[in-house]
């Protein structure tokens, strides 16, 4: 029941911008770390930007000053702005947010651990 849903891939033109959003729902009781991934073509899946529940950040060197990691606790969803778009951003992008959830009979705390959305591609054309 718990799940994370991404969305705003799609293809865009090199020098472009998007929106990327991933929205928790279920039965949360809390969310720590949440973050970015991506993972090419014939890659591993590697980080892109991370953000904590306290709203400081970290970014992979290569998308520095291009994108940025915020997030609404209110609505427990987190963004990826992507601007200056390079070919070699293309990738399926996936969300991971920590997170304890409730489980039931009987009614208890799981322990924390990441979850992961489904993915959404991202294709920079050249």
């Known amino acids: 029941q718990v799940q994370l849903v991404e969305s705003g891939g799609g293809l865009v033109q090199a020098g472009g911008s998007l929106r990327l959003s991933c929205a928790a729902s279920g039965r949360i009781a809390s969310i720590n770390d949440m973050g970015w991934y991506r993972q090419p073509p014939g890659k591993q899946r590697e980080l892109v930007a991370a953000?904590?529940?306290?709203?400081?950040?970290n970014y992979a060197d290569s998308v520095k000053g291009r994108f940025t990691i915020s997030r609404d606790n209110a609505k427990n969803t987190v963004y990826l702005q992507m601007e200056s778009l390079k070919p070699e951003d293309t990738a399926v992008y996936y969300c991971?947010?920590?997170?304890?959830?409730?489980?039931?009979?009987?009614?208890?705390?799981?322990?924390?651990?990441?979850?992961w959305g489904q993915g959404t591609q991202v294709t920079v054309s050249s």
């Open positions: 953000i904590t529940s306290g709203g400081s950040t």
């Open positions: 991971n947010a920590e997170m304890t959830v409730w489980a039931s009979q009987p009614v208890r705390l799981m322990p924390r651990r990441g979850y």
